[in-house]
């Protein structure tokens, strides 16, 4: 299994940290965020990680070599991230694939219990959520049924003040792929939509369209708020330092 991880932002609303590094290196207690991620994935079993990095790429590189105590790195530089969005990002690795993949944004601190609830799901696409708070998040949700059943994904923009999350659940930006999944569906689709020229979109409007092609089974892996949280901005990193997750 393999770990792709999107590390391109600029990461503006963590200014001024992010002047001088980027997004996925700024430390959290002194170790950096995705060092953390990383640490978490390779106790789950992967044997690769891909980085697609961006903003100040070689400083990324340069921190962590090729390789992650013993587990082998290989990077892809997307040099247009300020003018794409995440689609371009995983579309530049959206190779064939032997294995399984997973899935991860570079600004998320997590517990290692989310991943074993993520590992134990026999889906097509996991995709890991939380029930929706109002008062600590926003962002995409995915609209379920029979508890588990992903059959819709609704962006931040198209959620109005009277929206209700009754059946839906909030993305936390980590999901496992099938190999099968990934080399049929996904990563053909992303290379649809960028070859189209949508550089500017985003991957989960390509999972909403297989979610609605019925032909996949693709489901959320619903864990609670307390085993994650999003560092956005220099609030939440301030959270983040104060939370059980370190």
Sequence with gaps: MKAIILAAGFGRRLQPITNTMPKSMVPVKDIPLIVRSMRKIKAMGVDRFVIVTGHMASYIKEKLSD??????????????????????????????????????????????????DMIKSDADCAIVTSFFNKETMDGSVIEIKNEEEAINLVLKKEQGPDFDYTNYRKTVNIYKFK???????????????????????????????????NKWDMKVVNVPESYWCEIDDIDDLKRAEGSNLL
């Design 67 to 116: 390789n992650f105590e013993g587990t082998p790195i290989s990077y892809i530089e997307n040099s247009i991230y300020e003018t794409t969005n995440n689609i371009y990002s995983l579309w530049m690795a959206a190779q064939h694939s032997d294995e399984d993949v997973c899935l991860f944004e570079c600004d998320l601190l997590y517990s290692e219990l989310l991943l074993d």
């Design 179 to 213: 190999k099968d999944f990934w080399n049929e569906a996904f990563a053909p689709a992303l290379v649809k939509e960028v070859e189209s020229g949508n550089v500017n979109s985003y991957y989960e409007l390509v999972l909403k369209e297989i979610m609605h092609s």
